[in-house]
């Protein structure tokens, strides 16, 4: 189970497809998964110093419908892994933004918007 989790997190899934390509249709060119910076950003734009994540809505415990129940199988297990997930996400951010990123996450329930690309655009300055 873990190594299935693992890559299903390192692959590229649909989402993080879909803000890719609504950033190209902007025409604004991206370097993926930056292992060196904090939390790996899904794309990081890097002379624009920003960077996005992409985050599933379960992983990353979005709180949303799409998040769905939480597993009730190893409980023991579950939660303290989703719970690392969101601080690893929200420390990511910081230490991003120590080193002067400005950082965007778009859910994975938040993809088929209409107003991603409007999204894009302003965090862009577009
Ligand atoms: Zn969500």
Redesign the pocket.
Known sequence: MRRRMSRILSSATRPELIVRQAVRSLGIGYRLNRRDLPGSPDLVFIGRRKAIFVHG?FWHQ??????GRAPRKRVEYWQPKLRRNVERDAEAVQRLEALGYTVLTI????VRNADLTMRLRAFFGE
């Open positions: 809505c979005h709180g949303c419908a799409l998040m859910w994975e329930c938040k």
